[in-house]
C-alpha cells in the first residue's frame, strides 16, 4: 500500500508542475522582439534590381538581413559573443556575403538569399587589417585577406587557398589596405603616418611582388578611417582639416592632386561638427556612366545635410540634397549607409540607412521620408522594471472623491452624484462600443494602444515595462503587446555608466503622478546624476533633484514616504555623507526620527571590505561593524539581498508528524558570493556566506570546493539557489542552501536582526545540472501564495521554469512515512530539464542577459521578461491558474446544471408540501 | 628535536602555574594570557577590545585578551576582566539612551608560521545594543568567524536573551562579570550532488526487487482495481491538457520501480 501511495505522489506531483501552452495560445500572452545590436559594416544588397535585402554585420557579432520595406529580419546568425565571434570585414559580391570573423581566424562565406553557410576556412594566426575582391577581366573569383605580416588569396567558390605570401619586412610601415584593380593585380597600401604612403604590387597568379612604389603624404595618418580606393585604382582621402580630397592614380601617377570641395553653398553660421567622406566605391551597376560618386555630409548641432558629389570634379550633383533634422531625442548620426540607384528618368537617386548615437536604425528616402525605423538600443537593455498603468479618468475621479477632504454634506452629495453620472456615463459608451464593435468582423477590431488610453486592467496584468538601456536611451514599453510607446534619450550619459532604477512613487497614489528615478553613475569617478520622470509618458518630472558632488558609493531606497508619496532614496557618497532626495522638511523630520533604525552597507571589492553604518541623526553616518574578506585568497563577486517587494505567505513548512518547522526569514540578509584568485582546478573554490546586512553577523559561512564561476544567484524568502561550474567533475552543479529558525519562532511578530540571537538551521544539497545557464531569476508573485518557480535563461536561447520544488535540501535520500506526508520528491542527483518546462516554447531568446519578474493583479500569475539580444515578455503561472476560470470554461453547463438543480429544488419543494398537505389531512 | 621540546613543555607549564597561581587573586581563577612562549605552541593571543560611549563615538579599551590556537581544529578562549564600577556606570549610561556596544579584534591569520606574519592591519568590528548587554547580564556569545586560509574575516557578538525590555538591572550582581560564549567558526564544506549514495540506493533496490519478485508482481495484481479507476478518473480530469501525458508517464516510472 505504501508504494501505492508514493507512486500516486509521484503522479500528482508531476501533475501539479506540468505546464505549457496549447497550440492555440500561441503569441496570445507573449511576445517577442528580435535586434541586432549596433552596425559596424552594412552592404545593400545590389545584385538583383528588386532586391529589398540590407545586410549588416554588427558589434554584438551579428549578421543578419534586413527587409528595406518594412525594417524586419529576414534570417539573423548570432555568433560568439566576445572577440572570437567578433565580426573584422565584410565583404559583398553578389549573392555571396564574405565575413572575417575572430580577429582574421575564420573566414566564411554566406549565401545571402536564404542565410545559408557556403563554406568555412580557418585562416593563419596573425591579426587582421583587411580584405578584399579580387576581380580579373570583369569577374570576381578570388577573396584576399591581408594581415600583419601576411597575405594570403582564397578562391571565392570554395575557400580554398591559392597562395600565401610574406609582406616585405619594414619597421615603420604598417599595412592596412588592400585593393585590386580587375587586371590581376593585388595592391597593397601601407603607411607611415605622416610621411608616405607605401604601394606593393603583387601578381594576383602566383603571390610574386611586380612593383614596389612610395608616395608622399605627410598630412595622413590612418588609410583606413581616411581613404578609400575608388574607379580604377585611384585612391581618394579625405583631409577634413583643409576640407579637400586628394587623390592618386596608382597606375600611373606618384603624387597627389588636391582638390578643394565646394561646401561653401551649404551656409549655416554654426560651425562643423564633423566632416566624413562616407561611400565612395561599391555603386550599384547601372551607374557605371557617372563613375564615381561622393556623399559627404556635414554635422551640426541641429540638422545635417547630405549631398552627391562627383569625385573627379568635386561637383555636387543637383537634387540630390537632403537636411536631415537631429531630433534630441535621437541623437546625432553616427553612421550612414547609402543605396544609390538611377531613377526613372536616368537622374540618380538614393536612400539611407542612418545609425543615430542612441543606435537607432532609420530608413529615409530621398525627400526624407521615414521608411521605417528600428531601436537597436534594446539589444542593450541594462536594466528594467514593471510599472502598473494609471487608472482611467473616471476610476481617477471616483478615486479623487476619497482622496480630497470633505467640505461639507451638501457638496460632498453632489460630487457624489456627478461622479456616478459620470461613471454612468461610461458605462453606456462602453456598451455603445461593444455593440458597434460587435457589428464588425473580429480582425478589425484591433484596440490600438497608444499612451492616451492608457489604463490599468482588470487583473492588472499590462504594465508598463520601463527599459533603461546602455546607450542612455529609456524605453516605455507595452507589456501586452511590446509596442514601444515613449522613448527618452538621455545625451549625457557616460559611456561606460552603471544604472539603477528606482520606482519612488507608483500610481497607486492618484493625484501625484507616478515617479521613476534613474540613478546614472561613471564607473570611472564615481560621480552621479539623477534623472527623475513619469514612467507611464518617459517625460522628465519638474522636480529637481540633487546636484550630487561627491562620487556616489550607495544608493539605498527607505520605505519612508515624504507628504506627496514619494519613497525616500538616500545616497551616500565617498564622504559617508548622506543625500535624501525629495528632501523636504516632512522627510529631514522623518529621518531625524527613525535615524537610528537606518543601516545600510557598503561593498569594496577591492580590498574585500564589506561595512556597515547607521545614520545618524545630522545625516552624517557611523560605522559599526565591518568584515574583511582578504583578496589574496578570494574576491567577492556578487552580493544580492532579498527583493523588497517580495512577500512571504507561510512562516514555516508543515512537517510529516505535523509540526511546523518554521522558516528564517531575515529581510536584511545578504548572500555574498566570493571566487577563489587561485584558478587552479584543483584548490579553486567559490565561498558563499550569509550576512545579516545591519549587524553584519555571518550567519552562515560555506566553502564549494574545486568550483569556479561564473556563479548566479538567486536569493529569496530563506533560500538561496546559486549554481558553479564543477571543476572536478566538469559539470553545472546546482546547490540550495535553507534556512529555519527550527521548530519555534523567537519572535513571532516581528522580525529584527538585533534581537535573533540564535543562528538558523542550515541546510544544503546539490544537483547536477545538465546545461550552462546564463541568467536566472524567481517567480513573484502579490502575495507569495503560489509556490515558486526559478527562470532560467539558458544559452540553447530556451527560458526553463523549473519548480524550486526540485530545489529543497530537504529532499529526503531515503523516502520515509513523513517524507511522503510532506509531498517531498526523493533526492536524485540529477535535475533534468523537461522539455515542457520551457515557457518560450519555440521562441528562442538570444543571449539571455537578464530575467525580470514582476507580480500581477492575479495571484496565480506572474509577469516575466527575458532581456538580452533579443526581448521576450510571458506571463508563468507556477500553480497554475487557480484563481482564473479556463478560456474554453463551459458556461452553458454549468448555468444549465444550476437552473436546472433550481427547478428541480422547486418542484420538490412544491411536491413536498403537497405531500405533507396530503399527510396532514389523512 | 623531541627531547628539547618536551623539556620546554614541561618549562612552560612550571612557569604556567607560577603565573596562574599569582594571577589567581585578581583574576578569579581565570587565567590571563599574556605569556609571549605560549606563541610557540601554535597559539598566540590578540586583545579584545570594546568601545561603549554616551555621544557613540568609538573608544576602544582593552576587554580582555583572546588566546587563538591555531591547527587543523583551531581553537579560542578568552581571557577577561570585570566591568569597573566607572564602566558599569557608563554602560548603564549607554543603554539608556539606546548607544551600541561594540567590540572589535585585529585582522589575524591563524596559519602562519611566524608571529610577524599573523598580525595584518585593519580591525574587524561588531556591536551589540547596549541595552541588551546590560539585560542579558553581560552574557555574550561572540563567533569568530576564518576563511579558508585561516584569516580572520569577521566577529559576531550576540546576546542572549537579546532584546530590551527595559528590565531593571542591578549593578553590582548582574554587570560584574562577563559571561561570555566564544567559538571560531571555519567555513563549512558546501556538499556536492550525492551519485554515490543515490547509486547505491538504486542498486539496493534492484537487488530487493530481484529477491522477491513474486511479492512485486502480486502488488499490482492484488490492487488493479483500484488502480485502473484512478487512473482514468486523472485522465478524465486532464483530458484537456497534457498533463495526463506527464501523469501516465510518472505513472510508468513508479511502476518500474
Redo the contacts between chains.
Keep these: 500500500m505504501a508504494k501505492l501511495i508514493f507512486l500516486w505522489l509521484k503522479c500528482l506531483v508531476s501533475c501539479c508542475i506540468v505546464e505549457a501552452v496549447f497550440e492555440d495560445q500561441v503569441g496570445k500572452f507573449d511576445w517577442r522582439q528580435q535586434y541586432v545590436g549596433k552596425i559596424r559594416f552594412s552592404h545593400f544588397d545590389s545584385h538583383v534590381q528588386s532586391s529589398k535585402k540590407v545586410l549588416m554585420a554588427t558589434e554584438k557579432n551579428v549578421f543578419a538581413a534586413l527587409n528595406t520595406r518594412t525594417g524586419e529580419l529576414f534570417w539573423r546568425h548570432v555568433d560568439k559573443t566576445g572577440p572570437e565571434g567578433n565580426i573584422d570585414a565584410f565583404l559583398l559580391h553578389g549573392q555571396d556575403a564574405l565575413l572575417v570573423v575572430g580577429n582574421g581566424r575564420l573566414l566564411r562565406s554566406w549565401d545571402i538569399s536564404v542565410g545559408g553557410l557556403n563554406w568555412e576556412v580557418v585562416l593563419d594566426s596573425g591579426s587582421f587589417q583587411s580584405a578584399c575582391l579580387i576581380g580579373q577581366q570583369d569577374t570576381v573569383k578570388h577573396v584576399a585577406v591581408l594581415k600583419k605580416t601576411v597575405i594570403s588569396v582564397h578562391y571565392l567558390s570554395n575557400g580554398h587557398q591559392k597562395w600565401i605570401e610574406n609582406l616585405p619586412e619594414s619597421e615603420n610601415i604598417d599595412y592596412q589596405a588592400l585593393y585590386s584593380g580587375g587586371n590581376g593585380e593585388v595592391y597593397v597600401l601601407g603607411i607611415v603616418p605622416h610621411s608616405h604612403i607605401a604601394i606593393v604590387v603583387y601578381s594576383m597568379e602566383d603571390g610574386e611582388i611586380i612593383k614596389q612604389t612610395s608616395v608622399e603624404a605627410p598630412w595622413l595618418s590612418n588609410i583606413q578611417t581616411s581613404c578609400a580606393v575608388v574607379g580604377q585604382g585611384m585612391i581618394t582621402c579625405v583631409d577634413s582639416l583643409t576640407m579637400s580630397l586628394y587623390t592618386l592614380d596608382m597606375h600611373t601617377q606618384s603624387k597627389m592632386t588636391q582638390i578643394p570641395l565646394q561646401v561653401c553653398s551649404y551656409t549655416n553660421s554654426k560651425p562643423y561638427t564633423k566632416a566624413e567622406l562616407l561611400i565612395i566605391s561599391n555603386l550599384n551597376h547601372d551607374l557605371k556612366h557617372c563613375d564615381y560618386l561622393v556623399i559627404y555630409y556635414l554635422g551640426c548641432n541641429t540638422a545635417c545635410s547630405l549631398s552627391l558629389f562627383n569625385a573627379e570634379t568635386g561637383r555636387r550633383l543637383l537634387d540630390t540634397t537632403q537636411f536631415l533634422s537631429i531630433d534630441p531625442n535621437v541623437g546625432k548620426p553616427e553612421s550612414i549607409y547609402v543605396q544609390a540607384f538611377l531613377k526613372k528618368d536616368d537622374s540618380v537617386s538614393y536612400r539611407v540607412l542612418v545609425q543615430t548615437e542612441d543606435h537607432t536604425l532609420t530608413f529615409i528616402h530621398l525627400p526624407g521620408r521615414v521608411m521605417w525605423t528600428r531601436e537597436e538600443a534594446l539589444s542593450e537593455v541594462v536594466t528594467m522594471e514593471m510599472v502598473e498603468l494609471p487608472l482611467t479618468g473616471t476610476q481617477a475621479e471616483l478615486e479623487g472623491e476619497f482622496g480630497k477632504k470633505a467640505d461639507g454634506l451638501l457638496s460632498m452629495v453632489l460630487k457624489r452624484l456627478s461622479s456616478q453620472l459620470i461613471l454612468l456615463q461610461a458605462w453606456v459608451s462602453h456598451l455603445w462600443k461593444l455593440f458597434y464593435d460587435a457589428r464588425k468582423p473580429r480582425s478589425q477590431v484591433k484596440n490600438e494602444i497608444s499612451i492616451e488610453n492608457l489604463s490599468r486592467d482588470e487583473f492588472n496584468l499590462q504594465k508598463m515595462m520601463v527599459m533603461v538601456t546602455a546607450s542612455g536611451k529609456l524605453f516605455g514599453i507595452d507589456s501586452k503587446t511590446g509596442s514601444i510607446l515613449w522613448k527618452q534619450y538621455l545625451n549625457n550619459v557616460p559611456s561606460n555608466a552603471a544604472f539603477k532604477l528606482m520606482v519612488q512613487r507608483t500610481t497607486a497614489h492618484f493625484p501625484h503622478p507616478p515617479q521613476c528615478t534613474l540613478l546614472i553613475k561613471d564607473k570611472d569617478t564615481g560621480l552621479a546624476t539623477l534623472h527623475v520622470f513619469n514612467p507611464i509618458f518617459g517625460k522628465k518630472s519638474h522636480i529637481t533633484p540633487p546636484a550630487l558632488t561627491q562620487p556616489i558609493l550607495q544608493s539605498l531606497m527607505l520605505p519612508l514616504m515624504d507628504q506627496d508619496y514619494a519613497k525616500v532614496l538616500l545616497l551616500i557618497d565617498d564622504q559617508y555623507k548622506v543625500t535624501a532626495f525629495p528632501s523636504s522638511k516632512n522627510v529631514l523630520q522623518q529621518l531625524q526620527e527613525t535615524a537610528s533604525f537606518i543601516f545600510f552597507y557598503l561593498m569594496d571589492s577591492s580590498q574585500g571590505r564589506l561595512s556597515g553604518y547607521r545614520l545618524r541623526m545630522d545625516l552624517s553616518t557611523e560605522q559599526i561593524w565591518e568584515v574583511i574578506i582578504p583578496t589574496e585568497i578570494q574576491k567577492v563577486v556578487t552580493v544580492k539581498g532579498k527583493r523588497s517587494n517580495e512577500h512571504v505567505h507561510s512562516q514555516g513548512r508543515v512537517m510529516g508528524d505535523r509540526s511546523v518547522l518554521y522558516k528564517y526569514l531575515n529581510p536584511n540578509l545578504l548572500a555574498v558570493v566570493t571566487e577563489s584568485t587561485d584558478v587552479h582546478q584543483e584548490r579553486s573554490f567559490i565561498g558563499i556566506l550569509l550576512i545579516d546586512g545591519v549587524t553584519g553577523r555571518i550567519i552562515h559561512e560555506a566553502v564549494q570546493r574545486k568550483a569556479k564561476g561564473p556563479v548566479h544567484v538567486v536569493h529569496s524568502e530563506n533560500w538561496v539557489v546559486y549554481e558553479y561550474w564543477s571543476t572536478k567533475s566538469r559539470r553545472n552543479e546546482f546547490s540550495v542552501i535553507e534556512l529555519y529558525e527550527g521548530m519555534e519562532l523567537y519572535n513571532s511578530t516581528v522580525f529584527s536582526s538585533l534581537d535573533r540571537p540564535h543562528a538558523p538551521h542550515v541546510l544544503q544539497q546539490s544537483y547536477i545540472f545538465p546545461s550552462a545557464i546564463s541568467a536566472m531569476e524567481a517567480t513573484l508573485t502579490e502575495k507569495g501564495i503560489t509556490s515558486r518557480h526559478l527562470l532560467i535563461g539558458l544559452p540553447s536561447g530556451g527560458i526553463l521554469s523549473l519548480p524550486k520544488m526540485f530545489l529543497d535540501p530537504r529532499r529526503p535520500e531515503i523516502v520515509s512515512e513523513q517524507s511522503r506526508e510532506e509531498n517531498l520528491i526523493p533526492y536524485a542527483p540529477e535535475l533534468l530539464i523537461r522539455t515542457e518546462w520551457f515557457i518560450n516554447y519555440n521562441q528562442s531568446v538570444s543571449r539571455v542577459r537578464g530575467i525580470h519578474t514582476a507580480p500581477s493583479g492575479l495571484e496565480s500569475t506572474c509577469l516575466v521578461v527575458a532581456y538580452g539580444l533579443d526581448i521576450y515578455q510571458t506571463r508563468v503561472y507556477p500553480s497554475k491558474q487557480f484563481d482564473v476560470l479556463k478560456d474554453d470554461y463551459d458556461y452553458m453547463l454549468i448555468s444549465s446544471v444550476l437552473f436546472a438543480l433550481f427547478f428541480a429544488t422547486m418542484i420538490s419543494k412544491r411536491l413536498a408540501e403537497v405531500k405533507l398537505l396530503n399527510r396532514a389531512w389523512r | 628535536m623531541a627531547l628539547p621540546l618536551s623539556s620546554k613543555i614541561t618549562i612552560i607549564f612550571s612557569i604556567f602555574t607560577i603565573l596562574s597561581t599569582r594571577f589567581v587573586s585578581c583574576n578569579n581563577g581565570r587565567r590571563l594570557n599574556n605569556d609571549p612562549l605560549e606563541a610557540e605552541f601554535n597559539s598566540f593571543s590578540v586583545p579584545l577590545e570594546h568601545s561603549f560611549e554616551v555621544d557613540?563615538v568609538?573608544n576602544f579599551e582593552v576587554r580582555g585578551a583572546l588566546v587563538l590556537k591555531a591547527g587543523r581544529e583551531p581553537s579560542v578562549s578568552l581571557a577577561q576582566q570585570q566591568l569597573s564600577e566607572y564602566d558599569r556606570a557608563k554602560l548603564k549610561e549607554v543603554a539608556a539612551v539606546?548607544g551600541?556596544y561594540?567590540i572589535r579584534v585585529p585582522?589575524v591569520l591563524l596559519q602562519a608560521d611566524r608571529q610577524t606574519e599573523r598580525l595584518?592591519d585593519?580591525?574587524?568590528?561588531?556591536?551589540?545594543?547596549a541595552c541588551?548587554m546590560v539585560e542579558s547580564h553581560l552574557s555574550d556569545?561572540i563567533?569568530l568567524?576564518t576563511?579558508?586560509?585561516g584569516?580572520l574575516?569577521?566577529v559576531?557578538i550576540?546576546?542572549?536573551?537579546?532584546?530590551?525590555r527595559g528590565s531593571e538591572v542591578e549593578d553590582e550582581v548582574d554587570l560584574e562579570a562577563f559571561n561570555t560564549t566564544l567559538s571560531i567558526?571555519?567555513?563549512?564544506?558546501?556538499?556536492?550532488?550525492?551519485?554515490a549514495?543515490?547509486l547505491e540506493?538504486m542498486e539496493l533496490e534492484t537487488e530487493k526487487k530481484g529477491k522477491n519478485p513474486q511479492e512485486q508482481k502480486s502488488?499490482f495484481a492484488k490492487?488493479w482495481m483500484?488502480?485502473v479507476p484512478?487512473v482514468l478518473f486523472?485522465m478524465m480530469s486532464?483530458a484537456?491538457?497534457?498533463?495526463g501525458g506527464?501523469?501516465g508517464?510518472?505513472?510508468a516510472?513508479?511502476?518500474g520501480?
Design positions: 557613540d568609538a539606546d551600541l561594540r585582522r595584518m585593519g580591525h574587524l568590528t561588531a556591536f551589540v545594543r541588551a556569545v563567533t568567524h576563511d579558508v586560509a584569516h574575516i569577521g559576531s550576540v546576546t542572549i536573551p537579546g532584546a530590551c567558526m571555519a567555513p563549512v564544506n558546501a556538499p556536492g550532488p550525492e551519485t549514495l543515490f540506493r502488488f490492487y483500484y488502480i484512478l486523472l486532464g484537456q491538457d497534457p498533463s506527464g501523469a508517464g510518472g505513472a516510472n513508479g511502476g520501480r
